[in-house]
């Protein structure tokens, strides 16, 4: 088990360009979540994965934003034309299938837009 | 709709001394808490949850917290703190009543211990 891991871990990019990211989950947990965090903030929730199905979607999450889950393992997540108000912190994080289960957190990508 | 506040940012106590950090809860059935750390440049780690039965729930790090449905209540206690505990504390709650999987965060509050 080695955790939650993602990349890249820091992004530049110029506004109106387009950036994925990465996420791989612990191999036996089948739920994984994006959540993303700006200073003084706590995490908020952007999408969720069942296996390959994501089930729920934040408003938050426009239209601009999409996340796959092809093979029920590693997800990424893609912001097209960036803006610099998504500057943040974007993080992953897996866990069993229960509802009563914690989650496990990687690192977080730092997104920086210019 | 389920909600959390933390409503301190910054907590400071004095290595050794028992510390508390504060989180109140708002969901309509019966809640699912967590606590979570962070530390600099890491992830979060989860440290402890409540999810029925005893209402003190005691978790990593020598941390434990006690449950109180008529407060709406989730506090965050350790009997003696440490400088190495010195981070940014979540509170985090779950509404499983909804149907949803959806996890609410609180904003956070600094933990400064000092030596």
């Known amino acids: 088990d080695t955790g939650v891991s993602q990349n890249p871990r820091h992004k530049i990019t110029k506004r109106g360009q387009n950036v994925t990211f990465r996420c791989d989950p612990i191999?036996?947990?089948?739920?994984l979540y994006w959540y993303r965090q700006t200073l003084g903030q706590g995490p908020e929730f952007l999408t969720y994965?069942?296996?390959?199905?994501?089930?729920?979607k934040s408003r938050l999450l426009s239209d601009r934003f999409s996340a796959e889950r092809p093979k029920g393992s590693f997800s990424t997540l893609e912001i097209q034309r960036t803006e610099q108000g998504d500057s943040a912190m974007y993080l992953c994080?897996?866990?069993?299938?229960?509802?009563?289960?914690?989650?496990?957190f990687g690192p977080g990508t730092r997104l920086t837009v210019t | 709709a389920q909600s959390v506040a933390q409503p301190e940012d910054q907590v400071n106590v004095a290595e050794g001394n028992p510390l508390t950090v504060k989180c109140t809860y708002s969901v309509s059935g019966n809640p699912y808490l967590f606590w979570y750390v962070q530390y600099p440049n890491r992830g979060l780690q989860f440290l402890l949850k409540y999810i029925t039965g005893d209402n003190l729930v005691k978790g990593s790090y020598g941390f434990e917290a006690e449950f109180n449905k008529s407060q709406t209540s989730f506090h965050l206690k350790k009997p003696s703190a440490l400088v190495s505990d010195s981070a940014l504390y979540f509170c985090a709650v779950r509404d499983p009543s909804g149907g949803y999987q959806k996890v609410t965060f609180g904003t956070g509050t600094k933990l400064q211990v000092i030596p």
């Open positions: 994080a897996s866990s069993l299938r229960a509802a009563t289960t914690e989650q496990y």
């Open positions: 994965f069942q296996n390959e199905a994501q089930l729920e």
């Open positions: 191999s036996e947990h089948n739920r």
